[in-house]
């Protein structure tokens, strides 16, 4: 029997099919597709995992022994490690590193720290040369905690460099950059070296050490995405972030401090004009488009609302050692649930520290997948590939 549907309603069942054609023609991101993902996603629609002091290695076991037998669990904090950035790249994933920069505008400030002469750490007189040599170097703690995979600014933003020139196809990476100069004071058997102090007068030569390894092409700048707009934020708040097809095979740079060397990074140009590094200034600030929000569990609210803004967010899935040693997973769950599209964490591999606490992104197997908050509909991590 041949069902011969009224007009109107045969209408009415094409309107909805129409209308999505109609829709798709006047914005072709207005459905999401394998095809058309990278086209259509933007750097602040996907989340991916990053480490925190991406650069350190375990203290010698000889110093931990000393600091923890001058005070139980001196050393607890700073007992942790992460492999070389490239295997961090390459093996694990990470899409995002933090590195911190101390200047030594003459060489030698951190060539002899306290901690490796007490316990004649033989790696002192293997990196003299380097240590020795003026320019900025990254370590977590002056005389404390100074083993790094890599000893300087420009060491780690080549390796990071080489690795991405030859894989041209990865999704953006995020590094990172404390500033440090703070001074310590001096307790148990250290006696702290005292940083030179980082200012107005000297804090880019942050840029200048990255225009030394990158060529321009390969970083997203501020000017990349302010384009021709008055302001960094009113560019992010109304055209949003570079697309994926714009990003790949590129980094990007954030200046992790706020206060004092906020003020004296922003003091040539309120908009960052001519600068290498994004910011994390207060949301609706001219210079506003990254924002650094490390306690999830107190502003988890707040990072949800800033990424359906869109604006770039990083946050942390765990503090010192407390989640490796207990295995709560209260902050890592929120900080995956927020909307950040950087999750930072110690351990992007199992804890060796007694519980088996470890950092994945959940619902793929890939190295990024659709941001839970910001991501448009339709969004498949599937086709987040490299």
Same mark, same amino acid.
């Not at 694990?92 to 899409?95: H, S």
């Given at each position: 029997m041949k069902i011969v549907l009224p007009a109107l309603l045969a209408g009415s069942l094409l309107l909805p099919l129409l209308s999505v054609t109609l829709a798709a023609e006047a914005d072709p991101c207005a459905v999401i597709t394998a095809n058309n993902a990278d086209q259509c996603l933007h750097l602040?629609?996907?989340?991916?995992l990053g480490t925190h002091n991406s650069y350190k290695r375990f203290p010698p076991p000889a110093l931990i022994t000393l600091l923890n037998d001058? *005070? =139980?669990g001196w050393a607890d904090d700073i007992s942790y490690q992460h492999r070389p950035l490239p295997e961090q790249l390459e093996l694990?994933?990470? *899409?995002q590193f933090e590195l911190d920069v101390? =200047?030594?505008a003459d060489g030698g400030l951190y060539s002899q720290p306290a901690g490796g002469l007490l316990i004649d750490d033989p790696e002192l007189a293997h990196n003299r040369a380097v240590m020795d040599a003026p320019g900025l170097k990254v370590l977590h703690s002056q005389d404390l905690d100074y083993r790094t995979t890599c000893l300087t600014l420009i060491a780690c933003l080549t390796e990071i460099r080489d690795w991405s020139a030859q894989n041209p196809s990865h999704l953006p990476i995020m590094i990172m950059l404390e500033l440090k100069d703070g001074a310590r004071q001096d307790w148990g058997p250290l006696t702290y070296t005292t940083p030179q102090i980082i200012d107005a007068d000297n804090i880019f030569t942050v840029d200048e050490e990255i225009w030394? @390894?990158?060529? *321009?092409?390969? @970083?997203?700048?501020?000017?990349d995405v302010r384009g021709d707009y008055e302001s960094l934020n009113a560019a992010v708040m109304d055209r949003g972030w570079p697309t994926l097809a714009q990003s790949r095979g590129k980094v990007l740079?954030?200046?992790d401090n706020?206060?004092?060397?906020?003020?004296d990074y922003l003091s040539r140009s309120a908009v960052l004009s001519e600068r290498a590094l994004f910011v994390s200034a207060e949301p609706g600030h001219p210079a506003s488009g990254f924002l650094k929000m490390n306690n999830v569990i107190a502003d988890g609210e707040a990072i949800r609302t800033f990424a359906s803004q869109g604006y770039l967010i990083r946050t942390r899935s765990d503090v010192p050692s407390h989640e490796a040693r207990t295995g709560d997973t209260t902050r890592r769950d929120l900080a995956l649930a927020s909307g950040a599209q950087y999750i930072s964490t110690d351990y992007a591999e199992p804890s060796p520290l007694g519980s088996d606490y470890q950092v994945m992104l959940p619902g793929t197997e890939g190295i990024a997948r659709c941001n839970p908050v910001s991501a448009p509909p339709g969004c498949d991590s599937d086709w987040l590939t490299e």
């Open positions: 602040n629609h996907v989340q991916v001058f *005070r =139980a694990l994933g990470i *899409r101390f =200047a030594d030394q @390894v990158f060529d *321009r092409q390969h @970083v997203i700048t501020p000017d740079f954030a200046l706020t206060g004092r060397h906020l003020s």
